[in-house]
Nanobody, 123 residues
Framework: QVQLVESGGGLVQAGASLRLSCVYS????????VGWFRQAPGKEREFVAT????????YYADSVKGRFTISRDTAKDTAYLQMNSLKVEDTAVYYC????????????????WGRGTQVTVSS
């Protein structure tokens, strides 16, 4: 059974940085795209960033461009989301997901989801 486990969330002040990690249980998932999504209280889940299996293609939501960076380490079966210059509006539960391609993942056409990690940014 495929498992995606996120970690790295926490409570930080505005302007701080966090790095989220997503470890996946099946090495064959290295060939697929990984995406990060988030859901704030009372809002729908939204796309944040995605990276292709080859790491050659990345996409970001406009709201995080220039502040967040997605990457992956296939040797560790892990994807990362480096979040800098955090804002209060970045507060949400962040989810990792696996999709067939970066384009599909960006469109939320994913196959597997993690359970999420909470990120809270205070003013």
């Amino acid at each position: 059974q495929v498992q995606l486990v996120e970690s790295g969330g926490g409570l930080v002040q505005a302007g701080a940085s966090l790095r989220l990690s997503c470890v996946y249980s099946d090495r064959t998932l290295n060939m697929y795209a990984v995406g990060w999504f988030r859901q704030a209280p009372g809002k729908e889940r939204e796309f944040v960033a995605t990276i292709s299996g080859s790491s050659s293609t990345t996409y970001y939501a406009d709201s995080v461009k220039g502040r967040f960076t997605i990457s992956r380490d296939t040797a560790k079966d892990t994807a990362y989301l480096q979040m800098n210059s955090l804002k209060v509006e970045d507060t949400a539960v962040y989810y990792c997901a696996i999709g067939p391609t970066a384009e599909a993942t960006r469109a939320s056409r994913v196959r597997f989801w993690g359970r999420g990690t909470q990120v809270t940014v205070s003013s």
